[in-house]
């Protein structure tokens, strides 16, 4: 690493300290924005916040791109029992040998500061008379934790349009231990509802027992519908029942009217959402033709969110899967440029959900995950970084960029 990033240690960890102390659970990610909008309103970059609360900022190109977004999630998911945290506090950021410790760094605090540092680096270059090609856009996005990706999907369907801002190719600072992630494993929550009949438990012949249809439905997908799971390069597919809710229930002396069965399911290319879907679908199909008694339906998981800025939107509880190819243009340049840096680069799949799903897997935007922030840290107790390997990633992020619109970095 250059001097010139190792120098910027303390800058850097006064900002993140900022976002960490913020605590910015989803839907309360206001202060963490204001820490962004303040940067650019004194560095004099073009920025806005939008409704949903995603904070965008905007460095305009001219020529044939690319356009390049840089973004990541604001939000963070909550600490867990404190005493796994001590001697640490989650919200109290603390340096020790080298690492920065506090509740979302790796996921992802560390790696969207490092895209806004690495902006702001074009930002200067650009100020002091270079030209870049195409657009770059930075994007602080809402409520990503909950798997659901309002703030992503407000800011590809109206936000970017609304500001006649394109992207070619996006850059995502989810943890990837310096690796550069090219895809992952589609998920959905998928609902399955099953009716009967409601009787007194005491003469169970009067009613239709929804436990007892359910039955051969939770079976079938125990066994995968009786098929192999698919497999690709990301890993292959799975499926498991993650609740079962049944109503009346254990307080009544009841044969229960309703069964409610929730199944996770994993899935790679080419399997996609609706399929996940027809599957179970083409399934009740066939068991109502078996069983003309049977009232069933399936769909996904939909949850009601309200923003921090009163925004509200629904949204299922889902991430398309998506793969950005290996041999890509942009992976490749990417990769060059890092190596060349002495980076111990290498190309994986990321095996949690992202934005990307959105990004990549609905829009076809070529998707690049990169972070200096370790994986295994996402989410756990006493959650930390090495400041070392964030400050190469600043400066992994500046060179590439320089790279993509053919600028100097030397100084
Ligand atoms: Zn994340």
């Given at each position: 690493m250059k001097d010139y990033y190792k120098n910027m240690e303390d800058s850097w960890v006064e900002f993140v300290s900022k976002n960490i102390r913020a605590q910015a659970y989803s839907g309360e990610e206001k202060a963490t924005s204001e820490v962004f909008m303040q940067a650019m309103e004194e560095l004099g970059i073009e920025h806005f916040r939008d409704e949903c609360g995603n904070v965008v900022g905007v460095i305009r190109g001219e020529g044939d791109g690319p356009n390049v977004l840089l973004t990541g999630h604001m939000d963070v998911?909550?600490?867990?029992s404190i005493d796994a945290w001590s001697p640490y506090s989650p919200f109290e950021p603390k340096v020790e040998d080298g690492k920065l410790y506090g509740r979302g760094i790796s996921d992802m605090l560390a790696g969207l500061t490092s895209e806004f540092f690495a902006f702001m680096e074009i930002k200067k270059l650009v100020d002091a008379g270079a030209k870049i090609s195409g657009d770059l856009i930075f994007a602080a996005v809402v409520y990503e934790e909950p798997a659901e990706s309002i703030g992503t999907i407000y800011l590809m369907e109206h936000t970017l349009p609304e500001h006649g801002l394109d992207v070619d190719l996006c850059y995502l600072g989810e943890p990837s231990d310096g690796n550069l992630a090219i895809g992952q494993r589609g998920k959905i929550e998928l609902v399955i509802e099953v009716y009967g009949k409601v009787a007194h438990s005491s003469a169970p012949q009067e009613g239709i027992n929804a436990v007892e249809k359910a039955l051969p439905i939770m079976d079938a997908i125990m066994h995968?519908?009786?098929?192999?799971?698919?497999?690709?390069?990301?890993?292959?597919?799975?499926?498991?029942?993650?609740?079962?809710?049944?109503?009346?229930g254990q307080k009544y002396s009841c044969v229960p009217?309703?069964?409610?069965?929730t199944v996770d399911q994993r899935y790679?290319?080419?399997?996609?959402?609706?399929?996940t879907v027809s599957r179970v679908q083409k399934f009740l199909d066939e068991q109502k033709k078996k069983d003309p008694e049977l009232r069933a339906v399936v769909h996904p998981r939909m949850n009601k969110r309200t923003c921090y800025t009163g925004y509200e939107a629904e949204a299922a509880k889902q991430h398309?899967?998506?793969?950005?190819g290996k041999d890509n243009e942009y992976v490749e340049l990417t990769y060059r440029t890092l190596k060349e840096l002495g980076q111990d680069v290498e190309k994986i799949y990321w095996q949690f959900g992202t934005d990307g799903s959105v990004i990549c897997g609905k829009y076809n935007i070529p998707t690049i995950g990169y972070s200096g922030a370790m994986m295994s840290q996402?989410?756990?107790a006493q959650e930390h970084v090495e400041i070392d390997r964030i400050l190469d990633c600043i400066e992994g992020?500046?060179?590439v960029l320089c790279r993509l619109y053919g600028l100097d970095m030397s100084e």
């Open positions: 998911v909550p600490e867990g995968n519908f009786g098929s192999e799971p698919l497999v690709h390069e990301m890993g292959k597919t799975s499926m498991v029942i993650t609740d079962v809710v049944v109503t009346p009217d309703y069964c409610e069965i790679v290319p080419p399997m996609t959402i609706e399929d398309p899967a998506w793969v950005t996402a989410h756990q992020y500046t060179a």
